[in-house]
């Protein structure tokens, strides 16, 4: 009888175990692997229509399916694939949006360098460029300023809410649709709102003849320049290993948010002194931030950030950041102790 191939190597095994006593290892796992192979081929073949669905199936598998790692997307600030799915999974179960303005608040508050941060070099000291010493525009302004009317001093002042120095921008006012102003120069490219200069000027130079020195330093910022303040804390927040997610989330509670930051209207300045250039509490205790807290309201300027108020404006106490508001509200709201915000409930 003629006999399979696997049948004629299993005899050759045996045989060559009962040959060779030496070789009866070598030959019993040769026997054992030809039965194995054996067996499988037979049961492959017997099933072959089962394995090739099997099969079937983890080829759809594999091509139905996308194992791309997710990227970050800097268009829509997204972690993800770019599917429209991941997208959406993406923003419904992360906090990739704002999160809700009490946190914010109150989160801005613990922030110890708010939204001047990013314009500090890695020491925390202001870079040149963001400097501006008036001292050649000081030289342009006239000796005698012509003293503004006096305000009619009332019992009770008006205001008007739609007076452009009393516009209330924060987190929860961003700047209006159509909010125009002129931009004046100040030193190079540094800019304000033209119709504050005269008054920065004349405090300035108050300052100047009573022996201290002031610094202008990040007053206008366009939104692209917010926006790249804004960027790169992030990436900050990114190389102290926090997930982009993570970092999105941090910089919108201490950078100031694009769209609602004063410095975009021009109406913001901030001010350091030469020998102290550092935009933290230490300035409020240098002759310059004494100087200002008490005669800024006579230039109608108000230290916009004060100390206690946190819990109100939303920003931590900053005593280098100067809003114009024109000399009757500064004087009332200085004098008083108030905010902006206090004052808007109060007298508008
Ligand atoms: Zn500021």
């Given at each position: 009888?003629?006999k399979?191939?696997?049948?004629?190597?299993?005899?050759?095994?045996?045989?060559?175990?009962?040959?060779?006593?030496?070789?009866?290892?070598?030959?019993?796992?040769?026997?054992f692997?030809?039965?194995?192979?054996?067996?499988?081929f037979?049961?492959?073949?017997?099933?072959?229509?089962?394995?090739?669905?099997?099969?079937?199936?983890?080829c759809?598998?594999?091509?139905?399916?996308?194992?791309?790692?997710?990227?970050?997307?800097?268009?829509?600030?997204?972690?993800?694939d770019?599917?429209?799915?991941?997208?959406i999974?993406?923003?419904?179960d992360?906090?990739?949006?704002?999160?809700?303005?009490?946190?914010?608040?109150?989160?801005?508050?613990?922030?110890?360098?708010?939204e001047?941060?990013?314009?500090?070099?890695?020491?925390?000291?202001?870079?040149?460029?963001?400097l501006?010493?008036?001292?050649?525009?000081?030289?342009?302004?006239p000796?005698?300023?012509?003293?503004?009317?006096?305000?009619?001093?009332?019992?009770?002042?008006?205001?008007?809410?739609?007076?452009?120095?009393?516009?209330?921008?924060?987190?929860?006012?961003p700047?209006?649709?159509g909010y125009?102003?002129?931009?004046?120069d100040?030193?190079?490219s540094?800019?304000?709102?033209?119709?504050?200069?005269?008054?920065?000027?004349t405090?300035?130079?108050?300052?100047?003849?009573?022996?201290?020195?002031l610094?202008?330093?990040?007053?206008?910022?366009?939104?692209?320049?917010?926006?790249m303040l804004?960027?790169?804390?992030?990436?900050?927040?990114?190389?102290k290993?926090?997930?982009y997610?993570?970092?999105?989330?941090?910089?919108?509670q201490?950078?100031?948010?694009?769209?609602?930051?004063?410095?975009?209207?021009?109406?913001?300045?901030?001010?350091?002194?030469?020998?102290?250039t550092?935009?933290?509490?230490?300035?409020?205790?240098?002759?310059?931030?004494?100087?200002?807290?008490?005669?800024?309201?006579?230039?109608?300027?108000?230290?916009r950030?004060?100390?206690?108020?946190?819990?109100?404006?939303?920003?931590?106490?900053?005593?280098?950041?100067?809003?114009?508001?024109?000399?009757?509200?500064a004087?009332?709201?200085?004098?008083?102790?108030?905010?902006?915000?206090?004052?808007?409930?109060?007298?508008?």
């Amino acid at each position: 009888m003629h006999k399979k191939l696997h049948e004629k190597i299993r005899d050759h095994f045996i045989n060559l175990g009962k040959k060779y006593k030496i070789l009866l290892p070598v030959a019993v796992i040769g026997l054992f692997i030809t039965l194995l192979f054996t067996k499988m081929f037979h049961y492959i073949a017997s099933a072959s229509k089962r394995f090739a669905c099997a099969a079937f199936v983890i080829c759809c598998f594999f091509i139905g399916s996308s194992f791309a790692f997710p990227i970050f997307n800097p268009d829509n600030g997204f972690v993800t694939d770019g599917s429209e799915e991941t997208m959406i999974a993406a923003a419904n179960d992360s906090n990739l949006n704002f999160a809700p303005e009490d946190e914010i608040e109150s989160a801005a508050a613990e922030e110890t360098d708010t939204e001047n941060v990013a314009i500090k070099d890695e020491s925390g000291v202001l870079l040149d460029e963001d400097l501006v010493y008036l001292d050649d525009m000081l030289k342009d302004l006239p000796e005698s300023e012509e003293e503004e009317p006096k305000p009619v001093e009332t019992a009770a002042p008006t205001f008007d809410p739609f007076d452009w120095r009393l516009t209330l921008i924060n987190k929860q006012h961003p700047i209006p649709d159509g909010y125009e102003f002129v931009l004046g120069d100040l030193s190079g490219s540094m800019k304000c709102d033209e119709r504050i200069i005269n008054d920065l000027l004349t405090m300035v130079k108050a300052a100047m003849d009573d022996g201290v020195k002031l610094v202008i330093c990040s007053p206008y910022r366009d939104l692209e320049r917010q926006e790249m303040l804004f960027n790169r804390k992030i990436d900050a927040y990114m190389k102290k290993g926090y997930s982009y997610m993570d970092a999105y989330k941090l910089s919108s509670q201490a950078v100031t948010i694009p769209g609602s930051s004063e410095h975009q209207v021009g109406l913001a300045i901030d001010i350091v002194t030469d020998y102290y250039t550092y935009l933290d509490d230490g300035f409020a205790d240098t002759d310059a931030g004494k100087w200002l807290a008490e005669h800024c309201d006579e230039y109608g300027f108000i230290l916009r950030y004060p100390k206690d108020k946190e819990y109100i404006t939303g920003i931590e106490f900053e005593p280098w950041h100067f809003r114009y508001v024109g000399k009757q509200a500064a004087k009332l709201i200085m004098d008083s102790g108030i905010c902006l915000e206090e004052f808007w409930e109060k007298y508008l």
